[in-house]
């Protein structure tokens, strides 16, 4: 049973300076809501509702939004605005937020390890917030779930991409093991499109076994001098088992600002209601 959904939110989110010069990249808001509300939003579907989250310096509005502020609220309070924190509100009392800081930024394993004392010896899934999944059946995270009661290891989601963009993304080479389900046989961080094993490039959905840290421990320093989550997977691919799932939904890189504005607009077409 997994319990525990693990966001890091440490990095710096350089790529919309000046707006992240101050606030939180996962601050961000697509329409009126934060990229990290509509990540814990997919936890809490998925049945995750202890949500761990890896901060660092400047980070203080995460803790915030996912607590209450009595001032706003006894303003609005009897007010027709009040209904606009419904979804905040229904997501802070159905869910238990802890939170770790990450002193250096030194990759995503490194980050995943920071999370390490909040996670345990348990299975866990991971969100990259700025990858906002939308769907209107089951969300990603629900179908990996499903997924891990079935194959009890660790799982990657997938998405075809063009072949020049290879290099944003860890790309995985697998054999099918049925419809949209790949055993792992080796990946790659950011390769150039001649490097790249395939076009099948890792989003920001897993589900780890906690085995994961103490491979991450000994993973070196790979692509951009980092520690890489990709090579730890690699090694446990090769130890064990790793999975990668072609999931059913819609994906935005909301770390880009077109991928940010096309969210946006998608959202304000299809899921806003003023
Ligand atoms: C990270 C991972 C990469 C993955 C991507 C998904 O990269 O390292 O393997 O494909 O997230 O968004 P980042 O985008 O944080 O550089």
């Given at each position: 049973?997994?319990?525990?959904?693990?966001?890091?939110?440490?990095?710096?989110?350089?790529?919309?300076?000046?707006?992240?010069?101050?606030?939180?990249?996962?601050?961000?808001?697509?329409?009126?809501?934060?990229?990290?509300?509509?990540?814990?939003?997919?936890?809490?579907?998925?049945?995750?509702?202890?949500?761990?989250?890896?901060?660092?310096?400047?980070?203080?509005?995460?803790?915030?939004?996912?607590?209450?502020?009595?001032?706003?609220?006894?303003?609005?309070?009897?007010?027709?605005?009040?209904?606009?924190?419904?979804?905040?509100?229904?997501?802070?009392?159905?869910?238990?937020?802890?939170?770790?800081?990450?002193?250096?930024?030194?990759?995503?394993?490194?980050?995943?390890?920071?999370?390490?004392?909040?996670?345990?010896?348990?299975?866990?899934?991971?969100?990259?917030?700025?990858?906002?999944?939308?769907?209107?059946?089951?969300?990603?995270?629900?179908?990996?779930?499903?997924l891990y009661r079935q194959f009890r290891c660790s799982?990657?989601?997938?998405?075809?991409?063009?072949?020049?963009?290879?290099?944003?993304?860890?790309?995985?080479?697998?054999?099918?093991?049925?419809?949209?389900?790949?055993?792992?046989?080796?990946?790659?961080?950011?390769?150039?499109?001649?490097?790249?094993?395939?076009?099948?490039?890792?989003?920001?959905?897993?589900?780890?076994?906690?085995?994961?840290?103490?491979?991450?421990?000994?993973?070196?320093?790979?692509?951009?001098?980092?520690?890489?989550?990709?090579d730890a997977l690699l090694q446990q691919a090769k130890?064990?088992?790793?999975?990668?799932?072609?999931?059913?939904?819609?994906?935005?890189?909301?770390?880009?600002?077109?991928?940010?504005?096309?969210?946006?607009?998608?959202?304000?077409?299809?899921?806003?209601?003023?």
């Open positions: 049973m997994i319990r525990k959904c693990l966001f890091p939110a440490a990095g710096y989110g350089t790529r919309f300076l000046p707006a992240t010069k101050s606030m939180p990249k996962e601050m961000m808001p697509i329409v009126n809501k934060p990229l990290i509300e509509y990540g814990v939003e997919e936890a809490l579907e998925a049945g995750l509702s202890q949500i761990c989250i890896v901060t660092g310096r400047g980070k203080r509005a995460l803790a915030d939004h996912f607590d209450t502020n009595y001032e706003l609220e006894h303003q609005i309070a009897g007010s027709s605005k009040e209904a606009m924190l419904n979804d905040i509100r229904h997501l802070i009392s159905s869910c238990t937020f802890s939170y770790i800081r990450q002193q250096e930024m030194k990759g995503l394993g490194h980050a995943i390890l920071t999370g390490e004392p909040l996670i345990g010896d348990e299975a866990f899934a991971v969100v990259l917030a700025d990858d906002l999944c939308i769907n209107t059946d089951d969300g990603v995270l629900s179908q990996m779930v499903k799982i990657v989601a997938i998405q075809e991409v063009p072949a020049n963009e290879t290099h944003k993304y860890g790309v995985i080479e697998g054999e099918m093991i049925k419809d949209d389900i790949f055993r792992i046989k080796s990946m790659v961080e950011k390769p150039a499109p001649e490097d790249a094993p395939s076009n099948m490039a890792i989003i920001g959905r897993y589900i780890l076994t906690p085995d994961i840290f103490d491979i991450i421990r000994n993973t070196e320093p790979g692509k951009g001098g980092e520690i890489q989550l990709t130890d064990g088992c790793v999975l990668a799932y072609k999931f059913r939904g819609k994906r935005f890189d909301c770390g880009s600002v077109d991928g940010y504005i096309e969210a946006t607009n998608y959202c304000y077409e299809n899921l806003y209601s003023p």
